[in-house]
């Protein structure tokens, strides 16, 4: 055994989609205020692990655990994909970010000071309190991102699941959550981020999990940030070069 119970450990987990697998044999683990990235080309199942991992979508075999127990969706924050989402009603960002308040509050009980304080916090934090009043449908796909994290935060979750955080973001603002991210991990959460940008997590995170329907590799990121885990990750997705001892990595 361990010195500690991980944040996050999953162990041959299958799933897929018409009876053909999106993920094989996934098995890795993720300790505790590590910032680890989750990071494949598209279609490599990153979306589906987050999703199994939830509860969202049934496992075919295999086990997860959070904090050595059963998930518990309270527990996990979670933002999707923002194209997956359809913001069908008319809805505030503060609205939102108090959303992430609701698996705190008991049975028909109403969001109280701290509940909204909380909130509040959260959208300052991801840069979104001068926009709290704005209508979510009004806002760029990056701002609506932010305030599914600042949601995320509000639930004050032990292990945040972030899906794709940065697409579409522009470098400033990206910058400005990755600093988050890495603020949030000194403070003893546990984030696994799932992204097809492979330099993000290389320069910023200090964990990884390489997945191409299988997992390629995972654990410290200088010691899977290796040309072979990058081939076999990206295949034909990345260009790899070398230059004085150095490896490079593009996407063509
Ligand atoms: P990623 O997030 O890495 O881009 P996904 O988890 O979205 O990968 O997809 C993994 C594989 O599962 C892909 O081949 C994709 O086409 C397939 N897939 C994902 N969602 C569905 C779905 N709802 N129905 C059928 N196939 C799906
Ligand atoms: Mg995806």
Redesign the pocket.
Known sequence: MGAETPALRVEGLWTG??GRP?LEDVTFSIERGCLAGLV?P???????LLRTILGLQRPWRGQVWVFGGRPERRRLGYTPQTESIDWAFPITVFEVALMGRYGHLGLLRRPGKRDRQVAWQALERVGMADKARRRIQELSGGEQRRTLIARALAQEAELLLLDEPFAGLDAPVQHDLLHLFQDLAAEGKTLLV?THDLSCVATHFDHAVFLNRRVIAFGRLEEVLREDVLQETFQRHLLLLSRGGQIYAEHP
Do not use: F, L, P, Q
Request: a neutral charge; zero cysteines.
């Open positions: 989609y018409d999106a494949g598209n279609g490599s199942g990153k979306s589906t799932a």
